[in-house]
């Protein structure tokens, strides 16, 4: 046809349908189940808006709609034939055969599909994303004779269910649509696994009372964090009052169905929906919650008579002020399974965040470290490492990434050496150029590649990153004469558009860019970048040109993290806490592989302990000191000396995530980064040990864990046959049970 691939790749739209890591990570997970052969659904909401695009105009972030779906989306196609009812609001009436809710209003789930393919052996699962859209009678039914023509407008309100993502990482906004949503994308995935599931061969209709009995061997179900947990009352709904099947059997067939994974300890981010809310919009679902808290709590009672303390902490209903429903309580009681997403987060959630849980049913609670899928973060964003890989050690390693160990074998393999170094500086010279073209910044593609790229909050610190950034110009301008490597400084992500203090950061960073890059004493030594609108393919062009992968979390708040993964399989290094999987990638690659600095978890416990007193690191670190100061006294900002009063107050009177106490440690271990970059040989072999140990990471191997330990299908490496070949080869060998 005459088209450049690359040109078409870069028209197309991204799909934004997430926030950052939730998203992303689900859809490596979609990927992977459809390479590992398993029957498996993706199940979301198809937002007409995803996440804002992001512009930065005078150094603030401005948010811009994100109409993905402007030129249409050639890999949907719309199910009409599946479109199913969800009812909202209403009441509820109890007659002689049970509960009823009516007076409802109706919005319809329209299902589009779109096809995941495995990887190479012809499986093809589906992403099933609901649209909202109003039935055809709306606000036309009742006696709203006179005002058609608004009525017809009004049908907008029920379809903007389905309008715009909520643009919140880690954090949590109790909005009415919000909720919403979240029963929404519910009912209607529910609706569909039954019809399924009855119209299977599983289904058989013996009698009423055990219809259903096969369900949680037919049927697995995941929850990606609290987001969907109104699926557990809804399943209880469906089961009791229209299936009439009796409570108990109802509630064992609910727990044995779902599994539970939590991704964040940060308490802003938990998921407490207020009960009057949940009263006017679900008001059978917060009947059947009070009925699943009460008999929770009267196990607990009758295993810790008298202790109403533990009563309290357990309850999925929290009194106090606005009573409240604790969704994280809600999912580990109607769950059989409970996972965190990285062996140190797992740890916390068992001992700390639920440990009234976790002592009650121990074997409930495991650990699934996250992965990446090597498809999309090596061999589609990486061709050049990824052929060089494939020449020394084969093709297999793409769909069994432990195949990475074999590069052991060649650390000390110069000419390998030198090629690994090769690819990295085309990589490096690529992005330059792009960065050049979109941004007109020119950077030196021989300075180390710092990245920090990810969502802007504060217990990420890339606020920590900024004061390093102001200790090197420091330097710089100190002894201009002195040796100093240099350095590309990148930074990159969206604030929350309400996240008041992670702007103030963004415009910071944009402050102390415009300072250090035209500064003529400073030169090409150090340059700094704000990458505006990061987002997935974005992160495909400078995740393979980074030298140097900041993931510097204060220890026990980041879960596991999953960009530390892909900049690990690129070929970089990683400088980091002891945190998320950060400490599995120290584990995998030797300690000494990594740059790992800063406090533990342990030494933060103890901190808070003694209590954290930011005015002493203050006093007792010069080049801290004075980099605060520089930002207080308006250096950064001279036509607005008192810009970030807010920033700086906030550094010393209530920081959570203790900037300043992992500050000199960091900027000790940042030399120690520095000197090792001078000596390139040393450098690329220390890469090479990394790639090779980040097999693990791939969420291949996390998937067959989740299959093994939760969902219980096995899976199959069965290749099927290409449509344009005979079926009957494979006919019998398929495999039992599906993942929903």
């Known amino acids: 046809l005459g088209l450049d691939m690359e040109e078409l790749e870069e028209i197309e739209e991204d799909a934004g349908l997430g926030n950052g890591g939730l998203g992303r990570l689900a859809a490596c997970f979609l990927d992977s189940m459809a390479t590992l052969g398993l029957a498996a659904y993706g199940y979301g909401i198809r937002y007409e808006y995803g996440i804002f695009n992001q512009k930065i105009r005078d150094g603030w972030q401005v948010e811009e709609a994100d109409d993905w779906l402007r030129h249409g989306n050639p890999w949907e196609k719309a199910r009409p034939e599946y479109m199913l009812p969800v009812h909202f609001y209403g009441r509820v009436e109890h007659t002689a055969t049970g509960a009823k809710w009516v007076d409802t209003q109706v919005v319809l789930a329209l299902p589009y599909d779109t096809p995941v393919p495995g990887y190479m052996n012809n499986t093809v699962n589906t992403m099933r994303l609901w649209s909202a859209r109003a039935p055809n009678d709306f606000n036309l039914r009742d006696f709203n004779v006179g005002d058609y023509i608004q009525a017809v407008l009004d049908r907008n309100l029920a379809e903007n269910i389905s309008r715009v993502l909520y643009p919140n990482d880690n954090f949590f906004e109790g909005k009415e649509l919000r909720l919403k949503q979240e029963y929404f994308v519910v009912a209607a995935t529910l609706q569909d696994i039954i019809r399924r599931f009855k119209a299977s061969k599983f289904g058989s209709t013996d009698s009423v009372r055990t219809v259903f009995d096969s369900f949680p061997d037919q049927v697995a179900i995941q929850l990606n964090d609290t987001h969907p947990a109104m699926a557990i009352p809804e399943l209880m709904r469906i089961f009791v009052d229209i299936e009439k099947l009796p409570w108990n059997k109802a509630w064992d067939i609910t727990k044995q169905t779902f599994a539970y994974t939590n991704h964040t300890v940060l308490p802003e ?11 006017k919009l679900l008001p059978r679902h917060l009947q059947i919650i009070y009925e699943i808290n009460q008999r929770h709590l009267d196990h607990i009672a009758s295993l810790f008579p008298n202790d109403v303390d533990r009563l309290r902490r357990m309850s999925l209903i929290e009194e106090g002020g606005t009573k409240r429903i604790n969704m994280a309580h809600l999912c580990i009681v109607g769950s059989h399974a409970v996972n ?32 990446i899928t090597p498809r999309r973060w090596l061999l589609l964003c990486n061709p050049g490492l990824a052929e060089l890989i494939a020449e020394k050690i084969g093709e297999d390693y793409v769909r069994d990434l432990s195949q990475l160990t074999k590069l052991h074998e060649f650390v000390d393999d110069d000419l390998f050496i030198r090629e690994v170094a090769k690819v990295k500086q085309e990589n490096k010279v690529k992005f330059a150029l792009y960065l050049e073209k979109e941004y007109k910044v020119k950077i030196n593609p021989s300075s180390m590649f710092d990245v920090h790229v990810k969502r802007i909050h504060e217990y990420k610190r890339q606020l920590m990153n900024c004061l390093h950034i102001i200790t090197m110009y420091n330097r710089i301008r100190r002894d201009p004469a002195k040796l100093f490597v240099p350095r590309t400084v990148i930074i990159g992500g969206k604030a929350a558009p309400g996240y008041h203090m992670a702007k103030m950061i963004i415009k910071l960073i944009n ?20 990458l505006e609108n990061y987002r997935v393919s974005l992160a495909e062009k400078v995740i393979p040109a980074t030298d140097l992968s900041e993931q510097i979390s204060t220890a026990g708040t980041e879960a596991s993290g999953t960009g530390n993964m892909k900049f690990m399989l690129n070929g970089a290094l990683t400088i980091g806490t002891m945190d998320g999987a950060n400490v599995e990638m120290a584990e995998e690659a030797g300690e000494e592989n990594l740059f790992i600095f800063g406090m533990r978890v342990e030494d933060v416990t103890e901190l808070d302990r003694k209590g954290y007193n930011a005015q002493e690191y203050y006093d007792q670190l010069p080049e801290l000191k004075q980099a605060i100061d520089q930002i207080k006294s308006g250096f950064f900002s001279p036509k607005e000396p008192d810009l970030f009063k807010d920033v700086v107050n906030m550094l010393f009177h209530h920081d959570r995530f203790k900037v300043f106490a992992d500050y000199e440690a960091y900027v000790k271990c940042q030399e120690k980064v520095s000197e090792l970059y001078l000596n390139s040989k040393a450098w690329t072999k220390m890469v090479i ?8 990471f791939s969420s291949d191997r996390t998937i067959k864990e989740y299959a093994r330990d939760i969902w219980h299908v096995e899976p199959s490496d069965l290749k099927i046959p290409p449509p344009n070949e005979p079926r009957d080869a494979a006919e019998d060998k398929t495999p039992n049970g599906t993942a929903a």
């Open 340 to 371: 965190g997403v990285a062996k140190i987060h797992s740890e916390i959630v068992k001992t700390q965040v639920f440990k009234d849980f976790a002592a009650l049913e121990p074997e409930k609670f495991q650990n699934k470290t996250n992965g």
């Open 689 to 696: 040990r990394n790639i090779a140990a980040a097999g693990k």
């Open 511 to 530: 402050a102390v860019a415009q300072v250090v890059n035209n500064d003529p004493v400073v030169g090409s030594k150090l340059r700094v970048i704000f």
């Open 269 to 279: 981010a938990l998921e407490r929906w207020p009960v009057a809310l949940m009263e």
